[in-house]
């Protein structure tokens, strides 16, 4: 099973704690396109995942683990590892000879691993976890609306939110998340009027936030353990 490393709902949940170091007191910030939500009261920011482009070709790179292991019904405990790391995170798929398919899900308290499939009992083993990581690097744009009673507060928080985005504090402030995600830059704060069910006009300020995004999709994958190479006359080659 696949599994992508770094998602929309975090770099989006990052984008909007950095909007929440923006924002005065008593602003909210939403998700967007959250159907049968009535709109908040009072001052709010939306937040909307337009667009993911491609900015080059995939980068892959081979992690293989290897180690000697035993499983007793789902549990699987590592005697020794050989080389690499097995990451839980990714629920990487565990191989071996005679071993039922399966995969390392969890990590125990003790320092043992939670596996998903069919118990089992499996001793002194030679086991792998290992997997592609292929990464596309993407530049992912989200809308961010700025709605308040005047124009003024929407327009002032636009403004510093376009400010900061194209500064060094944007960049450390994703760098410190630990995601794998970087301001670019942003387009010019627009007044994008807002008509609500009342059919009244809303003060709204829409900006367009663009980041790199280094996503990574984790695949499954074998390796091989050992070569056994033998040579074939010549005169035993088809002609």
């Known amino acids: 099973m696949s599994y992508l490393e770094t998602t929309n709902s975090s770099v989006q949940a990052t984008l909007i704690a ?12 939403i998700e967007g396109q959250d159907s049968r939500v ?7 920011i939306v937040v909307t995942s337009l667009f993911r482009e491609r900015l080059s070709t995939n980068v892959t790179v081979y992690a293989d683990v290897a180690f000697i292991g035993s ?5 699987l405990s590592v005697v020794s590892v050989r080389f690499g790391e097995i990451d839980v995170l990714s629920q990487p798929a565990l191989w071996g000879i005679g071993i039922v398919p399966c995969n390392v899900v969890a990590q125990l308290p003790d320092g043992s ?15 792998a976890a290992g997997k592609l990581k292929i ?6 744009t989200y809308q961010v609306d700025v709605h308040s009673a005047t124009v003024g507060d929407s327009s002032d928080l636009a403004q510093t939110i376009a400010t ?35 059919q009244q006009y809303e003060t709204r300020w829409t900006i367009d936030v663009h980041l790199q995004v280094n996503a990574i999709v984790d695949w499954p994958m074998q390796f091989m353990d050992s070569a056994h190479v033998t040579f074939v006359p010549a005169d035993a080659l088809p002609v």
Request: hydrophobic share 35%; net charge negative.
């Open 18 to 29: 950095f909007l929440n170091q923006l924002t005065p007191p008593g602003w909210e910030i």
């Open 38 to 44: 009535p709109e908040p009261a009072g001052n709010y």
């Open 71 to 75: 499983i007793a019904g789902n549990v």
């Open 113 to 127: 691993y939670q596996v998903a499939g069919p118990p089992q009992t499996i001793s002194n083993l030679g086991m």
């Open 135 to 140: 990464l596309q690097p993407t530049k992912v």
């Open 164 to 198: 900061v985005w194209r500064d060094d504090v944007a960049v450390s402030f994703f760098d410190q998340s630990g995601i794998r995600a970087t301001p670019l830059y942003c387009e010019d704060p627009k007044q994008t009027p807002f008509i609500n069910s009342e």
